[in-house]
């Protein structure tokens, strides 16, 4: 037998690695080769909010606290605008925006000074991430409820690649994100 087709992915759930089984291999010839582990290097916390308000004076509040390199994850591009807009008007620089609205130019420039250490955050929505494998970073903030646990861990998984301690901080106001993951 020869090896007809490679599946590599960080991330996937039952559902997802049945129907690809389905789709790529033949018979009884597949060969599934899991390392899922939970990442004890992260550590999780979780607040609920009880209004948009609460969540941007929430994030205000810990944004000076948290340590760089750090992603923050939104879900819309509108949340992009709005989060890269109070974190420039707190006073801070070394950020950028990157949303699937990003060109191919800004990307690379954004993607090269991330990985340069040029860039201290990023405000992101899920269009982040695929390869993009900066080892150091410390902190994940989302600000937004992912739509799976496998969105969740892929996003969250950025930090602390190189086995050094990272925050993960979910800020959730139930309202607006149920809303998101409806739509």
């Not at 807009?85 to 420039?109: A, H, L, M, P, W």
Request: a negative charge.
């Amino acid at each position: 037998n020869q090896l007809k087709t490679l599946l590599v992915s960080a991330t996937l759930s039952e559902e997802v690695t049945e129907m690809l089984g389905e789709l790529f291999s033949e018979g009884d010839n597949l060969i599934e080769i899991r390392t899922d582990t939970l990442r004890d290097e992260i550590l999780y916390y979780y607040k609920t909010c009880m209004s948009r308000r609460e969540r941007i004076q929430r994030f205000e509040e810990i944004l000076p606290l948290m340590p760089r390199p750090l992603i923050i994850y939104v879900g819309t591009k509108n949340d992009a605008d709005l989060y890269y807009k109070k974190i420039i008007d707190n006073g801070y620089c070394r950020v950028e925006q990157f949303s699937g609205d990003t060109t191919s130019e800004e990307r690379e420039r954004i993607i090269n000074g991330w990985k340069n250490n040029d860039i201290d955050m990023i405000v992101a929505t899920s269009a982040f991430g695929v390869g993009v494998d900066k080892k150091d970073v410390r902190a994940i903030i989302h600000l937004y409820m992912p739509p799976s646990v496998d969105r969740f861990y892929q996003e969250v998984g950025r930090g602390g690649r190189d086995g050094y301690p990272s925050l993960s901080i979910s800020l959730i106001y139930h309202k607006d994100d149920i809303s998101l993951i409806n739509h």
